[in-house]
Nanobody, 123 residues
Framework: QLQAVESGGGLVQPGGSLRLSCAAS????????VGWFRQAPGKEREPVAC????????DYVDAVKGRFTITRDNAKNTAYLFMDSLKPEDTAVYSC????????????????WGQGTQVTVSS
């Protein structure tokens, strides 16, 4: 089955940090851009960050710029989302997916979605 598998979510206090992992299952992550997305309760899913497979360039939504970092390790077939200075409004289910090769775009069509991992930021 072709899908991404997320892990690393949990409960963290405001100001804390988490590292999410996105492991590709059944396909080579190195051939795709990778996107991270989140969906908070009662809200639509929104893009968070993406990383290109051509040159490693990244893009972020304004709400997470300077706090989140997306990276990838093609040898491990895995991408990561490092989240620092977490805020309660970051609480959501975080999912990753694979997009078309080349330069990433937060508005592109993504495939091979995972089930997501819950991130809760609360004191």
């Amino acid at each position: 089955q072709l899908q991404a598998v997320e892990s690393g979510g949990g409960l963290v206090q405001p100001g804390g940090s988490l590292r999410l992992s996105c492991a590709a299952s059944g396909f080579s992550l190195g051939k795709h851009t990778v996107g991270w997305f989140r969906q908070a309760p009662g809200k639509e899913r929104e893009p968070v960050a993406c990383i290109s497979n051509s040159d490693g360039t990244t893009d972020y939504v304004d709400a997470v710029k300077g706090r989140f970092t997306i990276t990838r390790d093609n040898a491990k077939n895995t991408a990561y989302l490092f989240m620092d200075s977490l805020k309660p409004e970051d609480t959501a289910v975080y999912s990753c997916a694979a997009g078309p090769g080349g330069l990433c775009s937060l508005g592109a069509t993504y495939h091979y979605w995972g089930q997501g991992t819950q991130v809760t930021v609360s004191s």
